[in-house]
């Protein structure tokens, strides 16, 4: 996994996890990868990954089962969306606000683009 500069290893973790679970990957009730496994697979430091996990346990993403791991919280799908929402809307949509006035782009060429995106 390629890291950015500009956040936190443990909430780019987080948004891997939290990914998986909107893709679908890892479904409601899921067991998700150990801590160990996680950070041999992403190449990090365990306890980076035992923040995350502790990070999403708090936003009750995930819970653990003890001495069996880390499952897929019931509400995972609605919490992971009302997170991404909200660091979306606060953190990613006013720098895209800028760049477009920035550069000149209209709303009838997002909407175009957006379409053909959708299509995709």
């Not at 041999?40 to 980076?48: G, H, K």
């Not at 760049?99 to 175009?112: A, P, S, V, Y």
């Not at 683009?113 to 299509?119: A, C, N, Q, V, Y």
Request: charged share 35%.
């Amino acid at each position: 996994m390629e890291f950015r500069d500009n956040k936190a290893i443990y909430l780019q973790i987080a948004e891997f996890i939290c990914e998986r679970i909107l893709l679908k990957e890892w479904a409601v009730g899921d067991k998700i990868p150990s801590v160990r496994e996680l950070a041999v697979q992403l190449e990090v430091n365990p306890n980076t990954v035992a923040r995350t996990v502790e990070f999403l346990q708090q936003k009750d993403i995930i819970f653990t089962k003890r001495g069996m791991g880390y499952f897929v919280s019931d509400e995972a799908v609605e919490k992971v969306t009302a997170f991404r929402k909200d660091e979306f809307l606060q953190n990613d949509l006013p720098l895209f606000f800028k760049n477009i006035q920035l550069l000149g782009i209209d709303f009838e060429e997002l909407r175009k683009r957006f379409e053909e995106f959708k299509d995709r």
